[in-house]
């Protein structure tokens, strides 16, 4: 039960930093776009933006809350259970960013649902023994 609170808090962390980190830079790039200096102005810029900031740092705490899950199941779970961001990306994109979503986009979308559904059915905790990479 952890691992999958952990996990939906994981991401809803990480479509929120992504909807952030997506709004800033575009915002960035509309002010930076008659600038020749480009990338290293527009990193300066991205810095210097709280909603980038912001949007980084929930983009750590996915990174931190993937970590812990990792420690507590399997790769075989967690990383399949974590696609349900993509579902998750596409709703925010779609209401937060305005973007719009094709029909085969979100068939495409339900269809990840479907195989992390499949797979969030199958125990979860840590196999009994880690194997070490030869």
Known sequence: MKT???LIIAIFAQASGMVLLSRGMKHIAALDAAN??????????AAQTPTVLLGT????????????AL???DLSYV???????YIVNVAFGHYFLNESVSLARWIGTFLIALGVLLVSRTDHERSHGVRRMA
């Open 4 to 6: 999958r609170l952990v």
């Open 36 to 45: 020749p200096a480009g990338l290293l102005h527009m990193g300066l810029q």
């Open 57 to 68: 740092l929930l983009l750590m705490v996915f990174l931190a809350l993937y970590a812990t």
């Open 71 to 73: 420690s507590w199941a």
């Open 79 to 85: 990383l399949p259970a974590t696609s349900f961001g």
